[in-house]
């Protein structure tokens, strides 16, 4: 398989940095965006569907992969060439990259296992991207606002691309009245679509002209749709944490939004055809994940110490049982460790006073972001996924945090201000 991917990735490759050398700085937030979807194409595990999608994008998405990781090689290439670097991260993007290193060399008992190497290449090169050379891009309110971005061009990506397939085919990428979308997973398509929205209400609240502030509306609307299509309660309950935390100032603006929701909720259950995406969040009681939550703890106090090979780990439905029962109690340690440090360094910039609505605001959508996130790790094992777009979104959040941490310590103005 790795073989079949170097033509692919080195096309790639040379396209991506030669766009990027041409476009400079205007175009590297974007292959980077491009670069993270076409990470979520993924085929469906339901075998009593037909998932294949219309010629263009099944070609797409049989080399997405290897076009993914070479975005991020030239994104990496480009910038090391370019521009002066600081190789420095913070705690909790080292413990991460920690972790996520000792559970693959795990992998190393599992017999005949010839990717492991490959797959720390692409952690190791992840880690350069997200830890070390993103926060020096952000240097200015701009460019801040333009990070923030980056995440929702992901999400309208996606949305556009599934839009595309609805029309030509909706039968293949909806299976019992759930949207999964391009990832081929209604929990995977939720959870993107969930990490989306508080970046675009942010993006609505710092817009001065009022032309954005509208269209970051539409698409605020538009994400809940689709998010609420997928059936996901997942996606739900990280929809409502991030809300809680990010509008906690603010209880007149929660009632407001969540009065919205739940007239949304209304008008799908009644004009739109996604009753059975509704009935799966409001509806259905039936517990799906206790008895892999049981396996899985099971595993872990079997092997306390260091866990079980994941070729003998069936499910991942909680990523931090799955951690424990991969990499025992060392992997719980660095797990701790990464998140209590993840939470620390986002709720410090809360009382921290920073001039200028963007930077005022900032604080409130990576500490409520991070926090939806590990809320919704509680029944997705996305915590340890390779390629994937929770990976990116975390490490994402942690050099937005890390790039205004190292602001504030150096000045006593938070960064340069310019219009956005």
Known sequence: MIQDSIVPFLFSLCVFSLSLIVFKDRYKWFVFSISVYLSTMAESQTEWMDNRLIGPLET?????????????????????????INFKASKATVLLLILQIYLMLREVMIPNNESVIYRILIYATIFILMAIIFPQWINTNIELVTFVKSIVWT???????????????????????????????????????????IPTIWLTKVSRDGINRFFWRIMTFIFMYFLFWTGSRNGFLMLGIGLLFYFRKNSKKLLVVSTFIYFLIV??????????????????????????WATLFNQFYDHPLIGVPMDKIEYSECSYLLIAARGGIV???LLF???????RESYFLLNVKMEGLVFKSISDLLFSSILAYFTGALFEGYLISNLAFPIFFIYLMLAGTSAIRKHIRISTTPLKLGNN
């Open 337 to 343: 460790g990464f998140i209590n440090a993840s939470l």
């Open 331 to 333: 992997a719980l340690i």
């Open 60 to 84: 797409l998405r049989h080399f997405s992969r290897p076009i993914s990781f070479a975005g991020i090689v030239a994104l990496i290439l480009v910038t090391l060439f370019t521009k002066k």
């Open 155 to 197: 999400g309208m990506i996606f949305v556009l691309v599934t839009c595309l397939q609805l029309f030509y085919d909706p039968a293949a990428i909806i299976w019992d009245g759930r949207l999964l979308g391009t990832t081929g997973n209604a929990q995977h398509a939720a959870t993107i679509l969930s990490l989306m929205i």
């Open 267 to 292: 008008l799908m259950a009644s004009y739109i055809n996604t009753s059975d995406a509704i009935h799966h969040i409001s509806g259905n009681t039936e517990n799906t994940r206790s008895v892999i």
